[in-house]
């Protein structure tokens, strides 16, 4: 760790007497940045990205370590949800969780329980009781316009989710819509259908006002294998393991006044629970609904105000099992929960003058959770909880001659577990070509609700991450571009979930984790060709001592997570309306406990390293420009990719998907 931050401080330090040595100032101002773009390489670069700071600026500039996907590299990869268009995302990697499902992990680290947001139009994601995401056919690539993603801590800007990352998705507006559209897509196994999606979108938009509707509903299977638990009991994924999810996004906007509404489905069909296969199969779902109102005021030609109403309702972990699955020898229970959390915000943006802006704001909201089971209760042996949060939160970008800075930090109180103080410095520098960041933060993990309910001690704190990061660029000519960047994390008091001896399930505080490593990734774009290659390593560092994400024998490994991942991403325009493409992901091998082979205990098992390659072609603007086509195979080597367990909770890895052809169809409906 201490070479690492060393490193950093004299990246920084050369990067800084390039700026002095300068022979011209750079006098573009805050409030007006002009790029010029003078290839499409270019263009990608400096695309600007509100996500990492108070105002907009180019991923180049911005204070954090960013990818920015467009929908073009969407459609490219060929995706079928997004954890086909994350998993291409340096140092972003995805393992198993409870009940089949999938969760997100980051730079060696499990992030599943709060620790990465994920926003779709501003609306946050993450459930409130856990505070987890669930993925696997979920979150489809419909109507996206833009992924921006960054890869370390979030939490001065966007609070108790994001200490590891942000996930920020953008679909497209009405305006640029200027239409409908409606797709419909089948997938296909050696031994029958795999998946099923119809959806639809469409909007219309002016200056004024703007309209939009998406929808999806789509079917799928988590694998056609077989899965044995720890015990030796098998059963066959391929009626068991459905997935189906609908969604509907409608945004409405009459000039400075914004709603947007998101509407939810997400069920598993399974017979995968806690560490056993159950005899039957079980539905696990999460219902959720989402909710915003805006009003942008502008005061003046400085300053901004924006009064902000959010609303959330989800179900997590929704189970429903046949009562005659339901006893001591199956495991299975019954879980039905409601979580809301109604947030006001308001947020204050003022330029001061052309080169420094400031973005403040305060927040308070309010999280409820009630069981509507009649024979259960929370652990305080009440039906309701209610927990109250205030916050407030500062953000300011400073223009100077040898560099831009972001300073800002935010303090959260909470009614339970007290509260939690994150500060956050970026510098940043842009010299012709080459570019560098120093980027320092602290960030937080708030606790969920259940994991309040569920503490052995009756008190618990949140997580507390420091961050060190740094990152060097070049443009290459005119078609290449390069970046790198180290990391170092040191993560407090991180909430980890146990089970005792007797039985009994809890959260508690344990002492620290951390990792350290860099990640890579160069660029080349032709007119008609193109590839992005990247690589990410990391290893634990010394802070790393929670036993259950250790490794026995690599004590430089994490389970679940492989140290090197590397990603090719590459298309060709062999015709202007057809292009090929193809991306492949290598992963180093992995580690994960696993049941002996005669079921009597446990080891850590090796994984070798292996390779997922994915290629479609797409057909573009076919009968009267009005249809678009993809032919897809996916896991073309037919490695059968598992999802395996990053912690130590007995559960057995989850077969993936074997190879899969994918054909999908798009008509276009365009107002004239």
């Not at 350290?516 to 290893?539: D, M, Q």
């Amino acid at each position: 760790m201490i070479k690492v931050k060393k490193v950093i401080w004299c990246a920084w330090l050369l990067m800084t007497y390039a700026s002095w040595a300068q022979s011209s100032g750079d006098s573009t101002d805050l409030a007006n940045i002009i790029v010029e773009v003078a290839s499409p390489l270019e263009k990608e670069i400096n695309t600007k990205v509100e996500v990492g700071s108070s105002r907009p600026l180019p991923i180049r500039m911005s204070p954090s370590i960013l990818t920015v996907i467009s929908e073009q590299e969407i459609q490219q990869a060929g995706a079928r949800d997004l954890t086909d268009i994350l998993k291409l995302v340096p140092g972003l990697d995805f393992a198993r969780d409870v009940e089949s499902t999938q969760g997100i992990g980051t730079r060696g680290l499990w992030a599943q329980e709060g620790k990465i947001l994920l926003m779709i139009d501003g609306q946050e994601m993450n459930e409130s009781l856990y505070s987890t995401l669930q993925f696997g056919n979920h979150y489809l690539p419909e109507n996206i316009k833009k992924i921006e993603v960054i890869r370390g801590p979030g939490s001065s800007l966007y609070g108790g989710y994001s200490m590891f990352g942000v996930i920020n998705i953008i679909t497209k507006s009405g305006h640029e819509l200027q239409g409908a559209e409606f797709k419909t897509s089948v997938g296909t196994l050696s031994d029958g259908l795999s998946r099923k999606l119809i959806s639809g979108r469409g909007g219309f938009g002016n200056q004024h006002f703007d309209l939009v509707v998406s929808a999806y509903h789509s079917e799928s299977l988590r694998s056609n294998k077989t899965l044995t638990d720890f015990y030796g009991n098998s059963y066959s994924m391929r009626n068991n393991s459905d997935i189906s999810n609908s969604n509907l996004n409608v945004g409405l906007r009459y000039k400075n006044l914004t709603w947007r509404t998101i509407v939810d489905q997400y069920k598993v069909y399974s017979r995968d629970w806690y560490g056993i296969n159950s005899r039957s199969a079980y539905h696990f779902s999460t219902p959720a609904a989402f909710s915003d109102i805006k009003y942008t005021w502008n005061l003046n030609r400085k300053l901004t105000l924006t009064p902000r109403i959010t609303y959330k309702l989800m179900y997590p972990y929704q189970t429903k099992a046949p009562l005659d699955s339901i006893d001591e020898a199956s495991g299975l229970f019954n879980y039905d929960k409601q979580a809301t959390r109604v947030r006001v915000n308001l947020t204050a943006s003022y330029f001061i003058n052309d080169r420094v802006h400031v973005l403040a704001g305060v927040e308070g909201f309010s999280d409820k959770a009630r069981t509507r089971l009649e024979d259960d209760t929370f652990l305080n042996g009440s039906k309701k909880i209610v927990y109250y949060n205030y916050a407030a939160f500062i953000q300011s970008l400073i223009k100077f001659r040898i560099l831009n800075a972001s300073i800002g930090a935010r303090y959260d109180n909470n009614s339970s577990f007290g509260s939690a103080f994150v500060p956050r410095i970026g510098l940043t520098k842009k010299i012709g070509k080459f570019h560098a960041k120093l980027l320092y933060a602290k960030s937080f993990r708030a606790p969920g609700i259940e994991n309040i309910n569920y503490s052995r001690t009756g008190t618990i704190v949140p997580e507390i991450s420091s961050v060190y990061e740094a990152e060097v660029g070049m443009e290459v000519g005119k078609y290449s571009y390069f970046s790198v960047n180290i990391f170092d994390i040191e993560s407090r008091d991180p909430i980890i979930y146990q089970v005792d001896s007797a039985q009994n399930e809890f959260y508690d505080n344990f002492a620290s984790t951390g990792t350290y490593g860099w990640e890579a990734s160069w660029k080349t774009r032709f007119s008609k060709a193109g590839f992005t290659f990247n690589f990410s390593y990391y290893a634990l560092n010394k802070n790393a001592k929670v036993d259950v994400y250790l490794v026995p024998q690599d004590p430089h490994a994490s389970l679940g997570f492989a140290n090197h991942k590397i990603n090719l991403i590459t298309y060709w325009n062999f015709h202007p309306n057809i292009q090929w493409n193809m991306n492949a992901t290598w992963w180093g091998h992995k580690y994960q406990y696993a049941a002996n082979p005669d079921f009597t205990g446990t080891f850590v098992q090796r994984y070798p390293p292996s390779m997922i390659i994915n290629t479609n072609v797409t057909f573009r603007n076919l009968w009267k420009n009005r249809l678009d086509a993809c032919i897809g195979v996916y896991d073309v080597l037919n490695q059968g990719y598992f999802s395996i367990m990053p912690f130590n909770g007995g559960m057995a890895s989850l077969p993936g998907l074997p190879r899969e052809f994918v054909v999908s169809v798009t008509y276009k409906l365009k107002r004239s």
